[in-house]
């Protein structure tokens, strides 16, 4: 089996290919919301549409010191992003920063579900259902599963307005790769289906589309691998590297921006894939 999680490997890793070139679009007028946007890559999906010209709300926890510093740092720049807090496991906090984002710059295009967690700092066994209890049940699916529902449903009437579109984060372990525990993986093959599911929901004004990212060489999540299972796994890799937030967030991007044709589609983002 795969390492069963997403993490910042320890071992030395190949970089990135320096000669390849982002794919670009002129997104001026657009507005995007992003959940869990102040790391890894939510933060990297914020960064690429603000730099091709869209207006950004960054969603994260309140508290999280990282939303502010990130802001700051973008408007800086001369980005066009503010911060809106909230939590996708309530129902109240999603639709009052959805329809804040929504009336703060007058729009919404876009959507990315990229919240998400793994509920813990080390794998868990599969047949571990002590630690794989109810409450673990209970916060994974509200957070991961039931958090992206409750973000489609407050920005679906503002996405079907200006014929937008939708991207969820999911997961190789939704597709049976491995991942931090078998509910981590349940509430990810979750999302996959649901993806199918809007997108006959929003269709045909709403293209809804998701990304299932394999290993995250900077999640920022605090679950960890075995050093030495994960470069092991990565040497079996055609690319032969852990995949960046960048890499993920670029197939997010042209989802977003492009792929007019495309809907209801998971795209395994994965270096090729471990054999």
């Not at 992206?148 to 997961?171: F, Q």
Request: glycine share 12%.
């Amino acid at each position: 089996r795969r390492p069963r999680c997403q993490s910042r490997p320890a071992a030395p890793m190949l970089p990135a290919n320096k000669g390849q070139h982002m794919i670009k679009a002129d997104l001026t007028g657009k507005v995007a919301f992003v959940t869990g946007g102040a790391s890894g890559i939510g933060l990297a999906t914020v960064e690429r549409l603000a730099a091709n010209g869209a207006k950004v709300a960054i969603n994260d926890l309140a508290g999280n010191p990282r939303l502010d510093a990130e802001v700051a740092r973008l408007r800086a720049a001369g980005h066009d992003v503010a911060p809106f807090t909230g939590d996708v496991s309530k129902p109240g906090d999603v639709t009052q920063m959805i329809d804040a984002a929504a009336a703060h710059f007058g729009r919404l295009d876009y959507l990315v579900n990229n919240a998400g967690t793994p509920g813990t700092s080390k794998p868990i066994p599969v047949d571990d259902f002590e630690r794989q209890d109810e409450a673990f049940w209970n916060k994974l699916v509200g957070i991961n599963q039931i958090g992206p529902y409750r973000c489609l449903k407050a920005a679906a009437p503002h996405l079907k307005k200006t014929r937008g579109a939708v991207v969820n984060v999911c997961s190789t372990a939704g597709l049976g790769y491995g991942g931090s525990s078998s509910v981590y993986a349940a509430t990810k093959a979750a999302l996959i289906l649901l993806t199918t599911e809007w997108s006959y929901a929003l269709g045909p004004e709403v293209r809804v589309n998701a990304i299932a990212p394999n290993i995250v060489d900077g999640s920022n999540w605090d679950c960890k691998f075995d050093a030495d299972g994960l470069a092991e796994t990565v040497a079996k890799l055609p690319l032969r590297r852990a995949g960046k937030p960048e890499d993920y967030a670029e197939v997010i991007f042209y989802l977003l921006a492009g792929a007019g044709y495309i809907t209801g589609q998971t795209i395994v983002v994965d270096g090729g894939g471990a054999r």
